[in-house]
C-alpha cells in the first residue's frame, strides 16, 4: 500500500509539473502576443501619425499653392493696372511736350502785345511798366523756370495791367517838356484820361492820344482838376466833379 501511495504521489507530481510546465508556455505564448499587439499598434500609431501628418502637409501644400495662385492673379492685375497708369501718363507727358511746344511762342506772342500796348497806352508810370515788361521777357527765355512758372509770371504782369483800368491815381512826378524837366501833379482815371498840373495849379494839361503829346486845358478847369487830385489821394470826401474828358479833337 505504502509503494502504491508513493507511486500515486510520484505521477500526481509528474502530473503537476507538466501542467505547470504548460500553463508557463501558454503564458509566455500570452506574452509574446501581446508583446506582437503593442508593437503592432505601435506602428499602426507611427503610420496614422505619418498620415496625418502627411494629409496636413497636402492640406498645407494644397492652401499655399491655392494662395500664390491668388497671389499671382492679384500680381497679374495689379501689372495691368500699373501699365495702364503707365500707358496714362505717357499720354499726358507727349501731350505736356505738344503743350509746351504750343504754350512758348504763345506766351513770347503775349509779351510782345504787352510791350507794344505798355509803349501805345497812356504814359503813366511808363519806365516802371516797360522795365517790367522787358524783364518778363528776360524771364521767359530762361530754361531754368518751368514752363507753367513762367506763365504765371506773364499772368500777374497782365493782371498788374489790368489793374490800371479800374483804379484812380495822383501823384507827384517828373515831366519831360519840350527839353526841360518839370516836377508836376499827374491825375490818371483808369485807362480814359491821364492829366497833369503844376504845383502853383496855374497851368493843366491831357494827354492827346491822337498826337500822342500833351495839350493845354484851358485855366476855368485848373480848379476842377484840382479838386479831383485831393479826392484820388482821399484827402477829401468824394463827389461829383466836371472834368474835361478826352475825345478825338480835343476835351469836351
Not at 40 to 53: A, G, I, K
Not at 84 to 113: C, K, Y
Not at 148 to 162: D, G, H, K, N, V
Request: with cysteine; charged share 25%; proline share 2%.
Amino acid at each position: 500500500m505504502q509503494k502504491f501511495a508513493i507511486a500515486v504521489c510520484g505521477l500526481t507530481f509528474m502530473t503537476g509539473l507538466a501542467g505547470a510546465q504548460q500553463l508557463e508556455d501558454s503564458l509566455e505564448v500570452v506574452t509574446d502576443t501581446t508583446t506582437s499587439a503593442v508593437v503592432s499598434q505601435q506602428r499602426v500609431d507611427v503610420l496614422s501619425r505619418e498620415t496625418r501628418l502627411l494629409l496636413e502637409e497636402y492640406r498645407s501644400l494644397k492652401e499655399s499653392v491655392e494662395y500664390e495662385q491668388a497671389y499671382t492673379r492679384e500680381l497679374e492685375q495689379l501689372e495691368v493696372s500699373q501699365q495702364q497708369q503707365i500707358d496714362s501718363l505717357n499720354r499726358q507727358i507727349a501731350q505736356s511736350r505738344i503743350t509746351r511746344q504750343r504754350i512758348v511762342p504763345l506766351m513770347r506772342s503775349m509779351v510782345d502785345a504787352l510791350e507794344s500796348f505798355v509803349v501805345l497806352d497812356l504814359p503813366f508810370h511808363q519806365e516802371e511798366r516797360i522795365a517790367a515788361v522787358l524783364q518778363l521777357k528776360q524771364r521767359l527765355d530762361r530754361t531754368d523756370i518751368s514752363v507753367s512758372a513762367r506763365f504765371r509770371l506773364l499772368l500777374e504782369t497782365y493782371q498788374i495791367e489790368q489793374g490800371y483800368s479800374g483804379t484812380v491815381e495822383a501823384w507827384r512826378g517828373p515831366l519831360n517838356l519840350e527839353g526841360e524837366t518839370f516836377s508836376v501833379e499827374y491825375l490818371r482815371l483808369g485807362r480814359v484820361a491821364l492829366f497833369y498840373q503844376s504845383l502853383d495849379r496855374k497851368s493843366s494839361a491831357y494827354w492827346d492820344r491822337d498826337t500822342q503829346s500833351w495839350l493845354t486845358l484851358e485855366a476855368e478847369h485848373n480848379r476842377s482838376l484840382s479838386q479831383a487830385m485831393r479826392v484820388a489821394r482821399s484827402q477829401t470826401a468824394p463827389q461829383l466833379m466836371a472834368l474835361p474828358l478826352m475825345a478825338q479833337g480835343g476835351p469836351r
